[in-house]
């Protein structure tokens, strides 16, 4: 059974430029969530999409967008990077309900310069 | 807000020595508790859970017990192994509402000397 798959593993990016990170989820599952990890802030929810739908939310500027597609790929989309945006991204897919296990991909490592 | 804490490190131990990872959450109602690992250049990997209190989640050596009265899932090891040198990360998911997002602690470097 495949895992979690991200895409691209490693970006080099310039302050200004957008970016797109991909996810594809395991299969069957449903809900896919991103998080960005930094060694400053640690691991920080981004937002949660289900059924093509945003869930859930963190708190990031408006910069910060995501989407999911009707085979449950999910994308997200950073504009204007900044340094600060440098990290590694995160994506976790899950069956749905409470308490059930998210698994996670090896992360996009975006380095903005 | 619902939030994690756990113990800052690193912890530095020799092999077979005994591990504990301290880990206190605050959340309302009841949460989902979950111990994720993390090998360098990787993502996270799901150590063990426990859904309600006093479940115990178990895994390659690795106990947690969800403690409601002191709000806590403390990590434990019996005999670590240098191949247990990793970062763990406590977290918590729910309660309330249909969402699968987790709130993590800070994470815990363990370092296993031989």
């Known amino acids: 059974k495949a895992g979690v798959t991200q895409t691209p593993r490693y970006l080099i990016k310039t302050r200004g430029q957008q970016v797109t990170l991909s996810c594809s989820p395991i299969?069957?599952?449903?809900?896919v969530s991103w998080y960005q990890q930094t060694p400053g802030q640690g691991l920080q929810f981004l937002f949660e999409?289900?059924?093509?739908?945003?869930?859930n939310k963190g708190n990031f500027p408006g910069r910060f967008s995501g989407r999911q597609f009707s085979n449950s790929r999910s994308e997200m989309n950073v504009s204007t990077l900044e340094l600060g945006d440098s990290a590694l991204y995160l994506c976790a897919s899950s069956w749905d309900g409470q308490g059930t296990e998210a698994f996670f991909g090896q992360g996009t490592r975006l380095t903005v310069v | 807000g619902d939030s994690v804490t756990q113990m800052e490190g690193p912890v530095t131990l020799s092999e077979e020595a005994f591990l504990t990872i301290n880990c206190t959450y605050t959340?309302?109602?009841?949460?989902?508790l979950f111990w994720y690992v993390q090998y360098p250049g990787e993502g996270l990997q799901l150590l063990l859970k426990?859904?309600?209190?006093?479940d115990k989640g178990s895994n390659k050596g690795f106990e947690a017990t969800y403690r409601k009265e002191t709000t806590s899932f403390h990590l434990e090891k019996g005999s670590v192994q240098v191949s247990d040198s990793a970062v763990y990360f406590c977290a918590l998911s729910g309660p309330g509402g249909a969402t699968n997002k987790l709130i993590f602690g800070t994470g815990t470097l363990l370092a296993v000397q031989p």
């Open positions: 959340a309302t109602g009841y949460p989902s």
């Open positions: 299969s069957g599952h449903r809900s």
């Open positions: 999409y289900f059924s093509e739908t945003q869930r």
């Open positions: 426990a859904t309600k209190a006093d």
